[in-house]
């Protein structure tokens, strides 16, 4: 099954702040480790929504609206896309970023993961 794990932006990645170098080698070093043994499929990181934008579709219409965006708990900073044999297993791989960021950035970070089950395609017709 793949799975998404979306780590949730902070004050300081909204601000355009990079993480830190020390967060960067131990995250780099995770995914190098998880591609290796095949459960990191893929991984990146996002800019601050003030460099983003939303389009919205209501009533037939669509509008776009600039960011930044006010609700900065509900933003992704960043993204791995996972492959786990269930969500428990993915669930375990998240534990694993999130206890990096907290043995990388100390006991004050505060932030969040959430991992959501990716719907398979469905199979080609031959």
């Known amino acids: 099954m793949r799975f998404m794990m979306m780590i949730k932006a902070t004050k300081?990645?909204?601000?355009?702040?990079?993480?830190?170098?020390?967060?960067?080698?131990?995250?780099?070093?995770?995914t190098r480790e998880g591609m290796k043994s095949g459960t990191v499929i893929s991984t990146g990181g996002l800019g601050p929504s003030s460099q983003g934008a939303r389009i919205r579709a209501s009533g037939g219409t669509l509008r776009v609206t600039d960011g930044p965006f006010a609700e900065a708990k509900e933003l992704i900073a960043g993204f791995a896309i996972i492959e786990a044999p269930d969500k428990a297993a993915a669930i375990e791989q998240g534990r694993k970023m999130m206890d990096l960021h907290v043995k990388?950035?100390?006991?004050?970070?505060?932030?969040?993961?959430?991992?959501?089950?990716?719907f398979e395609p469905p199979p080609c017709a031959d």
């Open 104 to 118: 990388t950035l100390g006991p004050s970070y505060e932030g969040e993961c959430e991992i959501r089950t990716l």
């Open 12 to 30: 300081e990645s909204e601000a355009g702040q990079p993480p830190s170098p020390e967060l960067m080698a131990a995250v780099g070093e995770l």
